[in-house]
């Protein structure tokens, strides 16, 4: 089993991207699902988290309003919708996922892909 996103790229301020994790294996079909962005010399930031059956959200204060997380069970997708990026935005966005409750701590999650760029100009 393993996640894998897609979705990234160069885009200017107050644009829009949609990232997309894509789970081979139906063990993450119940797992709750979040998204972490990275930026070189720092820790792993929470951006935002789903159920198990996309009823639930919960976004960091830095997004909230601007990002929505969905996912797509019969896919085995999640996605994150970006709108009205910002250039403090630009990071290695992965996609997250554990067995047990949604949490913001990424040392909760042992399931990781291998992170896809965004990057915000402005």
């Known amino acids: 089993a393993r996640l894998a996103e897609s979705g990234g790229g160069l885009v200017q301020a107050g644009g829009s991207l949609r990232l997309t994790c894509a789970a081979s294996g139906l063990k993450f079909v119940g797992y709750p699902r979040a998204w972490f962005r990275q930026v070189p010399g720092e820790e792993r930031e929470f951006v935002a988290h789903?159920?198990?059956?996309?009823?639930?959200?919960y976004y960091s204060e830095s997004v909230e309003d601007r990002f929505t997380i969905s996912r797509d069970n019969a896919k085995n997708m999640v996605y994150l919708q970006m709108n009205n990026l910002k250039p403090e935005d630009t990071a290695v966005y992965y996609c997250a996922a554990r067995l047990g409750s949604a949490t913001t701590d990424a040392r909760d999650y042992n399931h990781w892909g291998q992170g896809t760029q965004v990057t915000v100009s402005s």
């Open positions: 789903v159920n198990w059956n996309g009823e639930r959200t």
